[in-house]
């Protein structure tokens, strides 16, 4: 780093951002103590499709098929399970798998119903990108693909493997999209047109949203309010575990006060570490 470079006092990314809102205790098990957590089928699942869709747009426009999508699907799991042999482990046997692999390709398929890859030359895929605000926190993230029109205007596009939400729970799905914007805002100088989620569970859906400003600006705010309580925890030790429906998904369970466990001493690491000692550290989310 040199001496023109911001000092760094931590880092956010939407996932991590999302962890604390979500159950204080869970961002202190997965940053702080960085334990670590069984794959699980659907994230999965999730990293082999959009790596099928990241390539997809690796071919010439006409050839942008379904055949092609699926021809891509068998082989990127095997690289995947190359790269991590610990997944083979998930599955009780080979039926098992064969019907994992049968719902990646449904999401494929359904892909092909909400966009027409033919029809688009995408500016970005799988951008890494970063932005420190005022007072030295970065936030940073993985933009899955960025289209940037003839007249210049940009949409930000992420690939959800889920099912669409309800509306009650839109704005907890627009946020991870607003983060994004506000980077490439902080980044470009320009607030992006649109943001666009594209589901490819359940039937299949788009949503789409158009910040401006000031959607821009609250979400700053928010942002820099979850890190004062992050500071807060980092301070005082206490990291309050809170309970919700997708505790039942969570591996640290043994480790909770919910479910009767202790979590061990917090160790000596604090969330911004990896950025202090180096600002090009794009693999390590936190």
């Known amino acids: ?6 000092v760094i006092i931590g880092a956010l990314s939407p996932s991590r951002a999302g962890d604390y809102m979500t159950c204080p205790l869970l961002y202190r098990f997965r940053v702080i103590d960085q334990l670590p957590e069984r794959p699980s089928q659907a994230a999965v699942r ?90 030295g926190l970065m936030l940073r993230g993985y933009v899955d693909r960025l289209d940037v029109a003839p007249t210049g205007e940009v949409r930000v596009v992420d690939y959800k493997t889920g099912s669409a939400p309800t509306p009650d729970f839109e704005a907890k799905a627009l946020f991870q999209m607003k983060f994004y914007a506000l980077v490439l805002w902080r980044l470009r100088g320009e607030v992006p047109r649109l943001l666009q989620l594209v589901y490819l569970g359940g039937a299949g859906e788009v949503l789409r949203y158009a910040p401006d400003e000031a959607d821009l600006l609250a979400t ?67």
């Open 220 to 286: 700053e705010r928010k942002v820099r309010a979850l890190w004062e309580a992050i500071e807060r925890s980092l301070r005082s030790g206490e990291w309050r575990a809170r309970r919700s429906r997708l505790c039942d998904w969570c591996d640290h369970q043994a480790l909770c006060p919910e479910f009767g466990g202790t979590p061990p001493p917090v160790p000596d690491r604090q969330p911004g570490d990896t950025v202090r000692s180096s600002r090009r550290a794009a693999t390590d989310e936190l």
């Open 1 to 6: 780093m040199t001496s023109t470079e911001p």
């Open 46 to 135: 999730g990293t082999v499709v959009h790596a099928v869709l990241e390539r997809l747009y690796d071919l010439p426009a006409p050839a942008r098929s379904v055949r092609a999508a699926l021809e891509l699907l068998e082989p990127q799991w095997r690289r995947l399970l190359a790269e991590e042999p610990a997944y083979a482990q998930m599955f009780a046997d080979e039926a098992e798998q064969a019907e994992w692999l049968a719902q990646a390709r449904s999401m494929l398929e359904r892909y092909f119903t909400l966009e027409d890859p033919t029809r688009l030359e995408p500016a970005e895929r799988e951008l890494y990108v970063e932005a420190v605000l005022d007072g």
